[in-house]
């Protein structure tokens, strides 16, 4: 058995390590793309900022008394801090963590969220696990 193994293992090295040294790069076609190639503006012609790109415009859309009516009902699943601009792995995080540390972590959230309800641009986009 070892030797089938070691007549194996010496075989799929030959394969590779001589298909390995095949691989070429003409120098002259790359020259040659590069300049052909044109630089883009993304900004030009009336090109908008998403609002991943622009944190503030997130915060215009939300309305901080859906994101208190989203933590109150589904707190646990992280639903709030996706609606806030958080990345959806929150929600595995708040899940892997019994519902957000047995519920404590989104009543945190729920406080806050009521307590700073005039300006809640701290939360939005926020990807940290403990919000407040």
Do not use: C
């Amino acid at each position: 058995m070892k030797k089938l193994l070691l007549t194996f293992v010496v075989a799929f090295g030959v394969v590779f390590t001589s298909s390995a040294n095949s691989y070429t790069i003409n120098d002259s076609e790359v020259e040659t793309l590069l300049e052909e190639s044109v630089q883009v503006n993304p900004f030009e012609n009336g090109f908008e900022m998403t609002s991943y790109m622009n944190p503030s415009a997130i915060q215009a859309e939300k309305n901080v008394w859906i994101a208190v009516a989203l933590d109150f009902f589904l707190g646990g699943i992280a639903i709030h801090r996706v609606y806030l601009g958080g990345t959806p792995i929150l929600i595995i995080g708040y899940l892997l963590t019994f519902f957000g540390i047995f519920g404590l972590i989104p009543l945190g959230d729920l406080i806050a969220l009521v307590i700073k309800s005039d300006d809640i641009s701290k939360y939005v986009g926020s990807n940290a696990f403990i919000m407040w």
